[in-house]
């Protein structure tokens, strides 16, 4: 019975608790339920109150933005205004332009129909002056017009005779300015010191008596001595004074050094000449070997071909009017890199041609041909290329010349040689240049005198005026000039002035 009341008293427990349980949950959800209602009832009027904001703001913005486009669209109708009163004033201007036109259009139609009636009146009068001339004159139209050609082709002729003159001289003026500056640059970038002869063919002795030991017994030691040597010793009555001779540079001064040293030794028999012969051979070709050295080394110029080198050691025992050919070569070389510089062409071809230019003369006493032809046919047996053989053989116009370097060589070889202190020149040689010269102006016709000034440095002609105009000047200058460098041979270059004269003589009674 106690199991059965439990059971009871515990399905009565929880039929209350379940009871309980559901109204404290039907409470709980009325309460929730009054939450939410509440919740909603705010939302819906916070909603309401932001879209009564909404739309107080939507209508501020909407009357803003309507007031800024009226705003613009007057502003628009303002400017457009503007325009058009603009366009309107441009257009009556033009309406009144175009009337001032038609009316000058008018009076220039009256003006040409006016100038055409007189044209006919003129055109009517000259027809009458011409037949009146022709009448007096006694002259048709066509002999006057003759004379008048021919009096219009004497005075055309004296004008292109003045222009061509002012051409001719505007034209030298620049050309000698700019000469004038680039060789100016040159120089100045080339310090070179004044040449003089390196190397003698006399030599002073002691005393007399040492002759006849030079001489030696039946001429023994003289005899050997030229044979060995192959120069000539000439042993004459000027006191203490010997003279060596040769056309060979190479053994002029091989010789020079060897009777310097038999004298200063004063041991004179053959095997001592043979000594000393032998050893200033060495001694010379040692020094020809290092002056090519240093000369290549100074003109700046790549490594040369041996054969190249020996030849131009020779140089340095060689002179041209008292100026040292290896000297002169270097100093070209210089003076050509300088003015190729300046004018933009190969510097390396002009350097290497100037330095070679002359290469000929190492050998041309020994071999028939000029020095120039001689040089480029040994710059070309040894590599040269085509270019610096074209600058040795075209320096004294023995050939023409193909490229600027050619000239520039030409002009650094005049320089070289022309620049005071350079070259020296016998009196007998400068006189028989100046007859030369002046003869040369003689021969050509209407050349009354001819005078040389200037050290020959310029030739001035006095012409006879009935035979030679001004146009025959001009052309009488340059046929001078031309027979001069045809002729003649000279250092630097030589201007010819050609000067006409006519004097109108009266007497007053």
């Not at 050893?279 to 070709?285: I, L, S, T, W």
Request: glycine share 6%.
């Amino acid at each position: 019975m106690e199991w059965i009341l439990y059971i009871v008293c515990l399905i009565v427990g929880l039929a209350a608790g379940g009871f309980v349980g559901y109204r404290l949950r039907q409470q709980h959800y009325q309460q929730e339920m009054g939450n939410l209602e509440a919740m909603r009832t705010r939302l819906l009027e916070e909603a309401e109150k932001q879209a009564r904001d909404m739309v107080l703001n939507g209508k501020d913005e909407a009357l803003k933005l309507r007031r800024e486009v009226e705003s613009e669209l007057n502003q628009r109708t303002q400017q457009l205004r503007r325009e058009e009163e603009r366009i309107q004033g441009r257009r009556e201007q033009l309406d009144a332009r175009q009337e001032k036109i038609d009316r000058r259009e008018q009076v220039q139609n009256k003006r040409q129909s006016t100038m055409d009636k007189r044209w006919g009146e003129l055109e009517k009068l000259e027809s009458q002056h011409r037949e009146e001339l022709e009448r007096v004159a006694s002259l048709s139209t066509e002999e006057a017009r003759a004379i008048l050609l021919e009096q219009v082709a004497g005075e055309t002729r004296q004008d292109m005779a003045r222009v061509i003159r002012e051409e001719e001289m505007l034209a030298k003026e620049e050309a000698d300015r700019r000469a004038r500056h680039i060789i100016t640059t040159a120089i100045q970038r080339l310090a070179s010191e004044q040449v003089a002869e390196l190397t003698t063919t006399t030599l002073e002795i002691p005393s007399d008596e040492l002759k006849g030991r030079i001489i030696g017994r039946g001429g023994r030691n003289i005899k050997l001595f030229e044979q060995k040597a192959e120069v000539d010793v000439i042993v004459d009555d000027t006191p203490e004074m010997i003279t060596i001779s040769s056309f060979n540079p190479i053994r002029r001064e091989t010789a020079a050094r060897a009777m310097h040293r038999l004298v200063a030794d004063g041991r004179i028999h053959p095997a001592r000449i043979e000594e000393l012969l032998e050893k200033a051979r060495k001694e010379v070709e040692d020094i020809m070997k290092e002056k090519a050295e240093a000369a290549v080394y100074e003109a700046e110029v790549p490594t040369l071909h041996p054969e190249l080198m020996k030849l131009l050691g020779r140089l340095y025992f060689r002179t041209s009017y008292g100026q040292n050919q290896l000297g002169h070569a270097v100093e070209v070389a210089k003076l050509a890199s300088l003015l190729a510089s300046e004018l933009g062409a190969n510097a390396e071809i002009a350097r290497l041609g100037g330095l070679l230019h002359d290469i000929g003369k190492a050998v041309d006493f020994e071999v028939e041909g000029t020095h120039a032809t001689l040089g480029a046919e040994l710059a070309r047996r040894y590599g040269v290329s085509d270019a610096v053989v074209n600058c040795i053989e075209s320096h004294h116009h023995e050939a023409e010349a193909q490229t600027m370097e050619a000239v520039i060589v030409e002009a650094a070889d005049a320089i070289s040689g022309a620049r005071p202190g350079a070259r020296r020149e016998s009196l007998e040689h400068y006189i028989k240049r100046i007859r030369t010269l002046e003869d040369v102006a003689r021969s050509f016709k209407g050349v009354e005198e001819s005078y040389a000034i200037q050290a020959g440095r310029e030739i001035r002609l006095i012409v006879r005026p009935g035979e030679v105009d001004d146009l025959d000047a001009v052309r009488l200058s340059r046929d001078v000039a031309r027979k001069i460098e045809e002729s003649m041979e000279y250092p630097g270059q030589i201007k010819v002035t050609v000067i006409r004269e006519t004097r109108a003589v009266e007497y007053a009674k």
